[in-house]
Structures are given as C-alpha cells and as structure tokens.
C-alpha cells in the first residue's frame, strides 16, 4: 500500500480542513450544549459534495475512493463528532446501503436526496431487546397482499427523530432466524410510523438519536430491500461500512486531544515552567500520538481492501475496536493534562471525552469486535 496522499486525496484532506476549523468548531460547543441538530452545516457540506461520499456519481454521489472517504470523515470528526455521526449514518449505513442492495428504481429515487440533503436517512436495527443480538428481532413484517404492515421498536436509532427515510429490520419468519429477516424501507408519511427523540445523552448531543415506532405500519410491497432473507447479510454489510467511518471519525477524537493537549501544554505554567516540559505530561502526548498513528494506519488498511473489492469485516473491526479505544484513551489523557480545567466545557476536551465513549458501544460494542476477531483468528464460523 502506497502511504503518500494523492492530489486528490490531498486537496480533500485541506478541503475537510479548512471546512472544519472555519464552520463546524466554532458553532461544535453551542450546538452540543443546546443539543442542536446541525442541518445547517450538514446542507453546506451537501453543497460542496461532502454527503456524496463514496456513492456513484450517477446518482448524485462523489464517487470517491475509500481512502477518501476515511480522510473527509477523519477532519469532520477532528471538529465534531455529533456531525461525523450523522454524516456516518447518511452515507454508510444508508447511502452505501442502498446503492449495494436496492433496486435501480430505489437508488434513483433516494440515492441523490441522500447526497444533497433533501432526504434524511437512518437505520433501524437496534431495538429495546436486541442490541448485540441482532438477530433476535421482535420487529415483525407481514405481507398483506401489495403491503407489507410491519409492527414493532427500534431504539438508539441516529437521525431518527429528523429522517424522511428509515432502513428498517424485521423478521418474516421467527422459525427461519435469521434466515427470516428482511430490510425495508419506511418513508417519514408511511401510516403507522413515529418516533420518540431521546434526550439528555452523556455525549453526541447536537446529534438526533430516537426511538422509531411502528404499529400496523404500511409500505408497499416494493419497498423491500434486497429480498427476504437478505435482511442479515444486508445489516452486516452496513456495519462494515459504519464500523469504518466510526473508526475514522475515531482517530479524527484523537488527533483534536492531541491539537488541544499540546496547545495547552505549551501555555499552561506549573513551577515556573510549561507543563509541556514534565515527562509526565510527555509521556500521555506520546501515547496519544502513537495510538493515531496506528489507527490511521489501520483505516487505511481497511480502505486500501475495500477500495479492492475485498470483504473487509476482519479488518473493519480490528480498525474499529482500536481506533474508539484509542480515542476514549486519548480523551482521558487529554482531560488529565488540562487538569481543572479539562474538566469544564472551557476548552474542548471534556466534549471529546463524552463523544468519544459511544464509539466503544455502537455499531457493534468493543467486546463484539473481539469476538469476530477472535473467531476469525480461531477459524470458527459465525454468522456475524
């Protein structure tokens, strides 16, 4: 794998840069105490192309290369990662998803609203008894003729207080398992669909996450994603694009404590001299930097395979697990070397440190990670 930026990728990363540090930092501390849905940025950012990501170009899309995309999703996750959250969501787990499964019908109808803003996405497979175990649904979907009427809740679910479209899972057929399930899409207007938005998150608060609700929900029948029995391997793909945006997102957390723990440690004075100068305080910046490093390296692996066609859930996951355990290290450190201060919504750190926890517990926790790691390794199959 070559290590050196394009020109492309280059003038990406400057861009993401230059976006971030002049229109998502400045408003990332309000939006967050007042727990502000940021669709202002988000429609600037659909303006430049940013929401286009990897998706094809016939369809409103960048079409940009995976590396790419890591680069765009790392800056914004540098700045805010309610935004790098939602901006996740709209793209992998929605956008890709669709552009892999859906029919050429379904992409022209939703992929360039996807891409400019004017459709809001999400993706519902959570629910209030299904987290990890995502094949136990309670979620169910009945074909009624031309509908399909679909009972159940989804919880903890990303832009689903704000989406015009939801990726819902549900299962068929309770005998089949997993065999049984089936993704579909749920328009805003669908009869029987509402949502709950959740409030009061320790972290991610100018991020919307809801609770969807379906009661004798109906669709038409067309509005099946893939086919029955698809509704597994259609999740699992999903989360190997989510786990490799949050993974990138995470090293975006990582890179801000190391900006603000450095700034910091070059101004602060304890004993006539910056604190920045204690090897105490040498020793946490260095662990901050090497963690970056290495999950930087491990998203680029990631999107070195997946730019190759590869099926990359090994390798999602190590980048995953690292990656958010890294960035939940480094915004501990950082808050240690801000002392009192890290402690207070004054500088930034202690926003990082709230959003950085999250990135441990969705799209799959840090101990499922271990768990498709370790049975790669041992050869053990799993459906996961």
Same mark, same amino acid.
């Given at each position: 794998?070559?290590?050196?930026?394009?020109?492309?990728?280059?003038?990406?990363?400057?861009?993401?840069?230059?976006?971030?540090?002049?229109?998502?930092?400045?408003?990332?501390?309000?939006?967050?105490?007042?727990?502000?849905?940021?669709?202002?940025?988000?429609?600037?950012?659909?303006?430049?192309?940013?929401?286009?990501?990897?998706?094809?170009?016939?369809?409103?899309?960048?079409?940009?290369?995976?590396?790419?995309?890591?680069?765009?999703?790392?800056?914004?996750?540098?700045?805010?990662?309610?935004?790098?959250?939602?901006?996740?969501?709209?793209?992998?787990?929605?956008?890709?998803?669709?552009?892999?499964?859906?029919?050429?019908?379904?992409?022209?109808?939703?992929?360039?609203?996807?891409?400019?803003?004017?459709?809001?996405?999400?993706?519902?497979?959570?629910?209030?008894?299904?987290?990890?175990?995502?094949?136990?649904?309670?979620?169910?979907?009945?074909?009624?003729?031309?509908?399909?009427?679909?009972?159940?809740?989804?919880?903890?679910?990303?832009?689903?207080?704000?989406?015009?479209? &939801?990726?819902?899972?549900? #299962?068929? *057929? +309770?005998?089949? /398992?997993?065999?049984? @399930?089936?993704?579909?899409? $749920?328009? =805003?207007?669908?009869?029987?669909?509402?949502?709950?938005?959740?409030?009061?998150?320790?972290?991610?608060?100018?991020?919307?996450?809801?609770?969807?609700?379906?009661?004798?929900?109906?669709?038409?029948?067309?509005?099946?994603?893939?086919?029955?029995?698809?509704?597994?391997?259609?999740?699992?793909?999903?989360?190997?694009?989510?786990?490799?945006?949050?993974?990138?997102?995470?090293?975006?957390?990582?890179?801000?404590?190391?900006?603000?723990?450095?700034?910091? &440690?070059?101004?602060?004075? #304890?004993? *006539? +001299?910056?604190? /920045?100068?204690?090897? @105490?305080?040498?020793?946490? $910046?260095? =662990?901050?930097?090497?963690?970056?490093?290495?999950?930087?390296?491990?998203?680029?692996?990631?999107?070195?395979?997946?730019?190759?066609?590869?099926?990359?859930?090994?390798?999602?996951?190590?980048?995953?697990?690292?990656?958010?355990?890294?960035?939940?290290?480094?915004?501990?450190?950082?808050?240690?070397?801000?002392?009192?201060?890290?402690?207070?919504?004054?500088?930034?750190?202690?926003?990082?440190?709230?959003?950085?926890?999250?990135?441990?517990?969705?799209?799959?926790?840090?101990?499922? #990670?271990?768990?498709?790691?370790?049975?790669?390794?041992?050869?053990?199959?799993?459906?996961?």
């Amino acid at each position: 794998m070559n290590f050196d930026l394009t020109d492309e990728q280059q003038m990406i990363k400057e861009t993401m840069k230059r976006f971030t540090d002049e229109k998502i930092v400045p408003v990332a501390r309000e939006n967050d105490i007042n727990e502000r849905f940021p669709k202002d940025i988000l429609k600037k950012m659909a303006s430049l192309g940013f929401l286009g990501g990897p998706i094809e170009e016939k369809y409103g899309g960048a079409g940009l290369e995976y590396i790419s995309y890591s680069i765009m999703t790392e800056e914004i996750g540098r700045g805010c990662s309610s935004v790098r959250t939602t901006l996740s969501v709209q793209i992998s787990l929605v956008g890709l998803t669709i552009q892999r499964w859906g029919s050429e019908e379904q992409k022209k109808k939703y992929l360039p609203g996807l891409c400019s803003m004017d459709i809001i996405g999400c993706f519902g497979l959570t629910e209030p008894g299904a987290g990890s175990d995502a094949v136990n649904q309670s979620t169910t979907a009945v074909l009624q003729k031309d509908e399909w009427m679909i009972n159940g809740a989804k919880t903890w679910i990303s832009n689903g207080g704000v989406a015009d479209l &939801a990726i819902v899972f549900a #299962q068929t *057929d +309770k005998k089949k /398992g997993h065999e049984g @399930l089936a993704a579909f899409l $749920i328009e =805003r207007d669908a009869p029987g669909f509402s949502n709950i938005n959740i409030r009061g998150k320790l972290g991610l608060r100018s991020s919307n996450t809801a609770q969807l609700i379906m009661e004798n929900c109906r669709i038409p029948k067309t509005n099946i994603l893939g086919e029955v029995g698809d509704g597994f391997k259609i999740a699992m793909s999903a989360l190997d694009n989510g786990r490799y945006s949050v993974a990138a997102g995470c090293v975006g957390i990582a890179q801000a404590c190391i900006d603000a723990s450095v700034k910091y &440690a070059k101004e602060r004075k #304890q004993f *006539d +001299k910056p604190i /920045g100068s204690f090897q @105490l305080v040498q020793d946490m $910046i260095a =662990r901050m930097v090497v963690d970056t490093e290495a999950a930087r390296l491990l998203v680029s692996n990631a999107g070195h395979l997946k730019n190759k066609g590869i099926k990359t859930t090994r390798e999602t996951s190590i980048a995953k697990y690292f990656a958010s355990e890294a960035a939940m290290r480094a915004a501990t450190d950082a808050i240690q070397i801000h002392g009192g201060y890290g402690y207070s919504d004054e500088y930034p750190v202690e926003r990082y440190f709230r959003d950085a926890k999250v990135n441990t517990i969705y799209e799959g926790t840090s101990q499922i #990670q271990k768990l498709i790691i370790g049975k790669d390794a041992l050869g053990i199959q799993a459906i996961r």
